[in-house]
């Protein structure tokens, strides 16, 4: 049923990452900002792939979404993202990537952090994220809500708070149309609304 997107999507991978000759240490990310297990991350992608993610998005600032973890008492950020191989024949995954990298200039335009109202709730949908990792989840090109063997990245974060207990996304899910296919996601937008959320920072 999503054979049109997922071709759509694989034509915008190869064009989505080109460099804008930053230093590979850059960052947008804020120097002061301290983030904490259960903090949730957004980033706008430069490429056509997060172009087609505003779009269907219909408004939507934020093409992606990761959640931060602690790994070995450093903030980490577990996300489910496709075209982004750590090394070659790398299949499409949730990953663990350091703040730095998932803000770099080659890979975000602008960011967002939404900090958890309840640090407890947040430290748990941490550890499930965390735990999601660790099992090698694949990424879900079909986009399907109904089986969490594979996730995509908004997919990823509701699931792991939906584990610590908390529903914190209870709108319903977008219905989005394109030739030959329709199927139903949320979007990183959704997060932005959540009343269990509250904005931390945005740059």
């Known amino acids: 049923m999503h054979i049109q997107f997922c071709l759509i999507l694989a034509g915008a991978l190869l064009c989505s990452c080109g460099q804008k000759g930053q230093p590979a240490s850059a960052t947008l990310l804020p120097p002061q900002l301290r983030l904490r297990p259960g903090d949730i991350v957004l980033r706008r992608g430069s490429g056509l792939t997060s172009r087609v993610v505003l779009w269907a998005d219909r408004g939507g600032r934020y093409s992606h979404a990761g959640i931060v973890v602690d790994s070995g008492g450093r903030p980490m950020i577990v996300h489910a993202v496709p075209g982004e191989p750590d090394f070659p024949g790398d ?113």
Do not use: M, N
């Open 91 to 203: 299949v499409d995954r949730v990953k663990l990537d350091t703040p730095e990298r998932f803000f770099s200039p080659e890979l975000t335009d602008c960011g967002k952090v939404l900090r958890p109202a309840d640090a407890a709730t947040g430290r748990r949908a941490a550890q499930a994220a965390w735990q999601t990792y660790r099992r090698g989840a694949r990424f879900d090109h079909a986009y399907d809500d109904s089986d969490t063997t594979r996730l995509y990245c908004t997919e990823l974060v509701i699931h792991a708070y939906s584990r610590a207990g908390c529903r914190l996304v209870s709108t319903p899910p977008h219905d989005v149309s394109l030739p030959g296919c329709r199927w139903q996601c949320r979007f990183p937008s959704d997060l932005t609304k959540s009343p269990h959320l509250y904005s931390l920072s945005i740059f």
